[in-house]
């Protein structure tokens, strides 16, 4: 359990908060361009996001709250279906992934070590045996010829305080034992708290980032101006992004901001007080991420989010080359999770708590 929540930890970043109100803009284009593609009214409620999976025709599958599954047709309002075990039919017992299959859900059992297939009743298509070396690590998502890219951290976690562990990306695909390393990326820094059995990123820190795309991976990390780009097919690479901004000396109020946020995103209330707990333990450290978060969309963009400060969040966008195309601004507290054809799915701080998942027009 440990090892996946360090891989969670290690992926998903927290974003500060935002007044919901803007759209992403960009120096090329106006306001007009970038109207949402969604009413309101269809927009989704949920507590909690681990991953967000948007597949051709704009069907949005994730994994949410506890343990349930979103399904969003783009023609129809989203709604949560839930079965874990003891919930329903074709249960699960911890889910690492939820996402669409050629338009049914599929869902990534940890514990089985099955791809469940679902229909849209939850009515169980299918399943397969997926390698036990996923069931440690954290599924990216999904490529168009079915394989899958996972994060996995190491198989065991040696000693306590702070730990760096070089992380790896693998490619498999369910019904195969085989696994095939795409690379080792630059690690991802952490602090061990066997006190409070917690893990928690370490402010300014080194920290890994991945995305992937219909064929593309791309993996990168917050201190470095490199990604690591793999496309089937082709020989990996690393590519130096030009123009990413220089890091800057961690301040005491940009550290208290990343701990705010890291605590809370915990969905559960002990587990927010373990967290605090722990980050009380950590030394400052020396300088901000050069990176934020790391995306690549279908059309073989990649998306920066970097530090600004300006009041709103800036993301550049580069070619698979690293030349930069475009910079854009997004709500600072606008989380953006997948990019397909120019739409992304972002999620902003409800009102009465939790969050709201809606759909945006972006630049491409």
Same mark, same amino acid.
């Given at each position: #359990?440990?090892?996946? @929540? ?114 849209? @009743? ?32 190491? =198989? ?10 070089? @992380? ?5 695909? =369910? ?22 059995? #917690? ?28 990604? /690591? ?28 901001? /990343? ?7 915990? =969905? ?10 722990? /980050? ?53 507290? #606008? ?30």
């Amino acid at each position: #359990m440990w090892a996946r @929540t360090l891989i969670f930890l290690a992926v998903v970043l927290s974003t500060p908060a935002c007044d919901g109100s803007k759209v992403p803009q960009t120096r090329e284009s106006s306001a007009a361009d970038l109207s949402q593609a969604k009413d309101e009214r269809n927009d989704a409620k949920v507590d909690f996001v681990q991953n967000i999976d948007v597949a051709h025709g704009g069907q949005v599958v994730g994994l949410v709250d506890d343990q349930q599954i979103l399904y969003w047709p783009t023609s129809s309002t989203a709604r949560t279906l839930a079965a874990r075990i003891g919930s329903g039919p074709g249960e699960w017992r911890y889910a690492i992934w939820a996402g669409s299959l050629d338009g049914d859900v599929g869902v990534v059992d940890a514990a089985s070590l099955r791809l469940l297939r679902f229909d849209s @009743t939850l009515r169980v298509v299918s399943e397969e045996r997926v390698p036990s070396l996923v069931g440690g690590g954290y599924v990216i998502g999904r490529h168009a010829d079915g394989s899958f890219t996972s994060l996995i951290d190491p =198989p065991k976690i040696p000693g306590v305080g702070l730990q760096r562990f070089e @992380t790896v990306l693998v490619r498999w695909r =369910p019904g195969s034992a085989q696994v095939d390393t795409l690379g080792n990326l630059g690690g991802t820094d952490v602090f061990i708290d066997p006190a409070e059995s #917690m893990f928690v990123p370490v402010p300014g820190g080194s920290r890994d980032l991945v995305s992937v795309s219909d064929s593309i991976s791309v993996a990168g990390n917050t201190l470095s101006d490199s990604v /690591f780009i793999a496309r089937a097919g082709e020989t990996s690479r690393w590519v130096v992004l030009e123009g990413l901004p220089k890091g800057a000396r961690w301040s005491d109020a940009q550290q208290s901001r /990343f701990v705010r946020r890291e605590v809370d995103e915990t =969905p559960s209330g002990e587990d927010r007080l373990r967290k605090q707990r722990t /980050f009380k333990k950590l030394p400052v450290t020396a300088s901000t991420p050069r990176v934020n978060q790391l995306l690549v969309d279908n059309l073989d963009h990649i998306y920066v989010a970097v530090p600004s400060n300006e009041p709103d969040r800036q993301w550049l966008i580069f070619d698979l080359n690293g030349q930069l195309q475009k910079s854009m601004q997004w709500p600072t507290l #606008m989380r953006v999770w997948a990019i397909r054809d120019g739409e992304a799915v972002v999620s902003r701080p409800a009102e009465d708590g939790g969050y709201q998942l809606s759909r945006v027009r972006v630049p491409h």
